[in-house]
């Protein structure tokens, strides 16, 4: 079992950068993939970005690919969201999962959610 918690989250203008981060705690992060979803006000929570149990495989949404980046780093049982290039459009509460067998875009896939950390991008 893993309790992901999230942090990195703050406010930023349009075009500037941010890293978001989340700790897993349990012996065996390895064996999870993770992934980043967010959710802004009145929508459902949405898939941003995962990466499967060795971090050589990673998916995004469309909506961010070529400007955010998703990476782990299993001896600080930790991944990692670059967000750079961000837009009023990408403000939303973000969320870090994590599952044994599943590294899609279903929120239904993932077992293990961190309470989130909230990104918001001023114009």
């Known amino acids: 079992q893993v309790q992901p918690v999230e942090s990195g989250g703050g406010l930023v203008q349009a075009g500037g950068s941010l890293r978001l981060s989340c700790v897993a705690s349990g012996r065996t992060f390895s064996s999870y993939a993770m992934g980043w979803f967010r959710q802004a006000p009145g929508k459902e929570r949405i898939f941003v970005a995962a990466?499967?149990?060795?971090?050589?495989?990673?998916r995004y949404a469309d909506s961010v690919k070529g400007r955010f980046t998703i990476s782990r780093d299993n001896a600080k049982n930790t991944v990692y969201l670059q967000m750079n290039s961000l837009k009023p459009e990408d403000t939303a509460v973000y969320y870090c999962?994590?599952?044994?067998?599943?590294?899609?875009?279903?929120?239904?896939?993932?077992?293990?959610w961190g309470q989130g950390t909230q990104v918001t991008v001023s114009s």
């Open positions: 990466i499967a149990w060795s971090g050589t495989n990673t």
């Open positions: 999962a994590a599952d044994k067998t599943y590294w899609g875009t279903s929120t239904d896939g993932y077992d293990y």
